[in-house]
């Protein structure tokens, strides 16, 4: 494959492409929860949720921090010879990793099954094994292209990816539902979609790879490939790799230790199923937060060599306050509608309390997630890295002792707690290297005011509905209706709280995706006033 040098332009262009890829893939991997809990109940979910951050930390560690560490190789290689070779190199790396691990999934299935205390599980993780088998070409071709800035194959092949497990997922599940297959079966297949999506992928680089020139080999140190290799992709991917991370220690502590606090077996399966409906909901509060401000962070990298790094001050300043503000809106209201939401979504309001604080993750992963992406741009990456290992830590030490006092309730507050002290420990480290505050307390006082405005106007409108407006629909209708008009009122007076104090500047919405339309609607509100 003959690599280009490529130019800001070209740069921007391919992180927007992109940046509406991830969009995409995330709303798809959130959304398709739904439609599956629905059909297999909160049993079929917990089966799914126990066996999937297995396969999950590798999928993101590979498909994700190794493309980028490939990338980040391949763009810095001096010759075309070169490329080729950390090429071979990597595709032999990770073969041998993923090797590894399969072996160890296959023969250790049994033995983790028995430690999350549901020998059922076995099979499920048997199956889900495969899956690390595909995942090494998918790596490797997604950091070539991405290397010279041909962003439009990685898009295509993600979205059809995620596109293709969702379709198998949900009809395959709706098959067997109808034909009365067990729940664990079930979870097979749903391993098995992720196999096939993961193996579209591959084709589709494939095809895109070979319409390029071959090339002659170069001699490159093995070694220092594999290093590198292995320490760029654990630092880009950590942040993403802490919920997954957080999802394993549920995995191995609450159906167990719900289980020695003297609750049935199908009970604790249902609670942990219950428990896992807040990942779909977190994912999207954080989709809103994060992809938003993500979005900025090429930016910053291209300014971060002007004027001494401070070119890239303004920058770093607007993707922490975007992220705040949308982090912020989407917990506050979301805990505002979660009995409604949860009931639209799931059925019942089964769990709701737990979900509301569960919820609260989003605006803690809404400061780690940039602020950590900043700080891998600007080479900062054994802090953060240490950091987000102490919140694992956290998160171990309190679950199991929570849980046996609060239910699932208590795993909700450990990863609330973990959360908090990771963010405020990252921000604390940020300020090591960037002095300047990254917003002024009016922004902090602004956002107060318009998340008690929200309350102040949702929670007597939503009474209101539930008792009078709604009454005579249906219980999930009803709850429905009231979520979403609650989700649209909450939104809009947010919106005009934000907009109507200006604490972010016109020019700045113009710089997010889909922003160029607040800062119209910003001008009119405050034109009196200009």
């Given amino acids: 494959m003959a690599f280009t040098k490529w130019d800001m332009k070209s740069f921007m262009k391919g992180a927007s492409i992109l940046t509406i890829a ?7 991997s959130a959304v398709y929860r739904v439609p599956f809990q629905n059909l297999v109940g909160d049993k079929g979910f917990y089966i799914y949720q126990q066996v999937y951050p297995f396969i999950g930390i590798f999928i993101v560690w590979t498909s994700s921090g190794f493309a980028v560490a490939v990338s980040k190789m391949l763009a810095e290689s001096k010759s075309a010879g070169e490329s080729r070779g950390i090429l071979r190199v990597s595709i032999a790396y990770l073969l041998l990793l993923s090797l590894g691990i399969f072996v160890l999934l296959r023969a250790g299935s049994s033995f983790f099954a028995d430690v999350m205390g549901d020998r059922e599980l076995a099979p499920v993780l048997h199956t889900g094994a495969y899956i690390v088998l595909v995942l090494p070409f998918l790596a490797v071709l ?23 497990r969702v379709l198998i997922v949900l009809t395959g599940t709706w098959f067997a539902v109808k034909a009365g297959t067990s729940l664990y079966k079930i979870g097979e297949i749903t391993m098995w ?7 579209v992928g591959v084709l589709i680089l494939t095809w895109f790879f070979l319409q390029y020139e071959r090339v002659e080999r170069a001699k490159i140190q093995v070694w220092q490939v594999v290093k590198e290799l292995t320490k760029i992709s654990v630092s880009v991917s950590a942040s993403s790799l802490i919920l997954l991370i957080f999802q394993l220690v549920d995995s191995f502590t609450i159906y167990n230790t719900l289980i020695q606090s003297g609750m049935t077996s199908e009970h604790a399966m249902q609670m942990k199923g219950v428990y896992d409906r807040g990942q779909p909901l977190v994912q999207m509060g954080v989709l809103l937060a994060s992809t938003l401000a993500l979005a900025l962070v090429p930016l910053i990298a291209h300014h971060a060599t002007k004027s001494n790094g401070k070119g890239a001050l303004p920058f770093i300043s607007l993707t922490f306050r975007t992220s705040i503000l949308f982090g912020w809106a989407a917990t506050v209201g979301l805990i505002l509608v979660l009995p409604y939401v949860n009931e639209m979504l799931f059925e019942t309001r089964t769990g709701s309390v737990a979900l509301m604080i569960f919820s609260i993750q989003i605006f803690w ?17 054994r802090g ?28 909700a507050i450990a990863g609330a707690l973990a959360f908090a002290v990771v963010s405020l420990l990252l921000i604390l480290y940020f300020k090591r290297f960037w002095k300047t505050p990254l917003a002024p307390s009016r922004f902090y006082n602004v956002l107060l005011f318009a998340g008690s405005a929200m309350a102040a106007v949702l929670i007597p409108w939503m009474i209101v509905a539930d008792h009078w407006v709604f009454a005579s629909f249906s219980p999930r209708l009803r709850a429905t209706a009231i979520a979403m008009t609650a989700v649209t009122i909450g939104a809009i007076i947010f919106l005009f709280v934000v907009l109507k104090s200006r604490i972010m500047k016109e020019r700045e919405w113009y710089l997010l995706p889909f922003g160029k339309r607040l800062a119209i609607v910003q001008l009119w509100l405050t034109k009196n006033r200009r």
Avoid at 22 to 28: D, P, R
Avoid at 365 to 381: M, R, V
């Fill in 193 to 199: 979609a992720a196999v096939a999506g993961e193996a």
């Fill in 142 to 164: 997604k950091g070539a292209f991405q290397s010279e800035g041909q962003m439009i194959p990685v898009a295509i092949s993600n979205i059809s990816e995620q596109l293709f």
């Fill in 365 to 381: 992963l809404s400061i780690i997630l940039p602020l950590t992406a900043i700080l891998q741009g600007s080479n900062k990456i």
């Fill in 384 to 411: 953060p890295l240490l950091l987000l290992m102490l919140g694992v830590l956290i998160k171990v030490a309190l679950t199991s002792t929570l849980v046996k006092q609060y239910g699932v309730t208590g795993a």
């Fill in 22 to 28: 991830a969009i995409v893939v995330k709303v798809l």
